[in-house]
């Protein structure tokens, strides 16, 4: 009997972004929660996945924010009326400078 290899190298977990919908790497994606302790809530970013409570994921991608937020997807992932704001999410993929921003002043 010959060892069973499994078909492929484990791989790291599967995460759905949610602006392209497409699955990815999970490194490769941002996990996003919303914050509603100051009242209206607000997406922040969490590049540790340790932050508790529903959390969306999405590409470290600005088009991918971008789409996600014509989409209206974080408020549906995350379960909570919207809008939300996520300009924390935006800084820091443009920090992360993971695609050229589109304005440049
Ligand atoms: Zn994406």
């Given amino acids: 009997m010959q060892p069973t290899t499994p078909p492929a190298a484990p791989r790291e977990p599967q995460r759905t972004c949610v602006g392209c919908r497409q699955r990815g790497d999970r490194s490769r994606l941002l996990r996003v929660v919303a914050d509603r302790s100051g009242g209206p809530s607000v997406l922040l970013p969490d590049p540790g996945a340790r932050l508790p409570g529903r959390g969306a994921w999405v590409h470290l991608a600005l088009a991918c924010l971008d789409l996600a937020e014509r989409r209206r997807a974080f408020p549906r ?6 809008p939300l704001d996520a300009g924390a999410v935006r800084e820091h993929l443009q920090q992360r400078g993971g695609s050229p921003a589109p304005e440049h002043h």
């Fill in 77 to 82: 992932a995350l379960r909570l009326p919207g």
